[in-house]
């Protein structure tokens, strides 16, 4: 998706500047926020590498991104499931618009299209099916949980440097890494989730940047997890573990 350039450092002294958000960003909009006048003025390393890098730069429309989506964990029943990125090229013959199918049947969410799309939209659709998944568990406000997520990612991301398997070599990646309501004032509402943890794995090596994404809650005294739910690009070997690590995102 097109994102706009990045808000240029306040001046000494001056009003922060809020975030300018293109039209094509509805869905953005929807998932992260838009910034108070006095919110913050810039955008965090880890930010700019899930929301405004260019992923989808290694593919050629029309191209299809396929996905594998897992549900595991005691909570519930799980299932396997598919998540689709379908690219065309925009009328200047430029890549990409996008056009998401997450998961199927009952589960499917319908998605709008993203017009010029740059970076994936998979990670927004992952967040808004996690967003949603969060609010029928806990019965909790959708909009808690977008701007819990989106501070998260802008105050308190983790991120180091690793490797990943994919169709059968190592191709090199990143990880970030989130827990947002660890210190959740309202966590006491959902304390089987409140150590709930998210991490994006990337890779320019990969068609389209993103290799997968895990999240996962897990009991305060330890023990299997609740719920875990994944999504791997196809051809991807997932990690056994992607937990946060502590170095700060840079």
Same mark, same amino acid.
């Given at each position: &998706?097109?994102?706009?350039?990045?808000?240029?450092?306040?001046?000494?002294? !001056?009003?922060?500047?809020?975030?300018?958000?293109?039209?094509?960003? !509805?869905?953005?909009?929807?998932?992260?926020?838009?910034?108070?006048?006095?919110?913050?003025?810039?955008?965090?390393? *880890?930010?700019?590498?899930?929301? &405004?890098?260019?992923?989808?730069? =290694?593919?050629?429309?029309?191209?299809?991104?396929?996905?594998?989506?897992?549900?595991?964990?005691?909570?519930?029943?799980?299932?396997?499931?598919?998540?689709? /990125?379908?690219?065309?090229? +925009?009328?200047?013959?430029?890549?990409?618009?996008?056009?998401?199918? %997450?998961?199927?049947?009952?589960?499917?969410?319908?998605?709008?299209?993203?017009?010029?799309?740059?970076? =994936?939209?998979?990670?927004?659709? %992952?967040?808004?099916?996690?967003?949603?998944?969060?609010?029928?568990?806990?019965?909790?406000? $959708? $909009?808690?949980?977008?701007?819990?997520?989106?501070?998260?990612?802008? =105050?308190?991301? +983790? *991120?180091?440097?690793?490797?990943?398997?994919?169709?059968?070599?190592?191709?090199?990646?990143?990880? /970030?890494?989130?827990?947002?309501?660890?210190?959740?004032?309202?966590?006491?509402?959902?304390?089987?989730?409140?150590?709930?943890?998210?991490?994006?794995?990337?890779?320019?090596?990969?068609?389209?940047?993103? %290799?997968? /994404?895990? #999240?996962?809650?897990?009991? *305060?005294?330890?023990?299997?997890?609740? /719920?875990?739910?994944?999504?791997?690009?196809?051809?991807?070997?997932?990690?056994?573990?992607?937990?946060? #690590?502590?170095?700060?995102?840079?």
């Amino acid at each position: &998706m097109r994102l706009p350039p990045p808000c240029p450092p306040a001046r000494p002294g !001056a009003r922060p500047r809020a975030r300018r958000l293109l039209p094509a960003l !509805a869905l953005l909009l929807a998932l992260t926020g838009a910034a108070a006048a006095d919110d913050v003025p810039d955008y965090s390393p *880890a930010e700019r590498a899930l929301f &405004m890098t260019d992923h989808l730069r =290694n593919v050629s429309p029309p191209a299809t991104l396929r996905y594998r989506f897992h549900k595991a964990g005691t909570l519930e029943p799980g299932f396997d499931d598919a998540v689709t /990125i379908v690219l065309s090229a +925009q009328a200047d013959g430029g890549c990409c618009n996008a056009r998401g199918e %997450f998961l199927s049947g009952t589960r499917r969410i319908e998605l709008p299209e993203v017009e010029g799309a740059r970076g =994936n939209p998979a990670i927004l659709y %992952f967040l808004e099916h996690d967003v949603r998944e969060m609010q029928r568990l806990t019965k909790g406000q $959708s $909009s808690h949980f977008r701007k819990r997520i989106r501070m998260a990612i802008y =105050n308190a991301a +983790q *991120a180091r440097e690793t490797g990943f398997e994919f169709e059968g070599r190592t191709v090199r990646g990143r990880e /970030i890494s989130i827990a947002p309501y660890l210190d959740d004032p309202n966590r006491g509402r959902f304390a089987q989730h409140a150590g709930k943890e998210y991490v994006f794995m990337l890779s320019d090596d990969v068609p389209g940047g993103v %290799f997968g /994404i895990r #999240t996962r809650s897990a009991p *305060a005294a330890g023990g299997e997890a609740l /719920i875990v739910e994944e999504m791997f690009i196809e051809g991807a070997r997932p990690p056994s573990d992607a937990r946060p #690590t502590t170095a700060k995102a840079s």
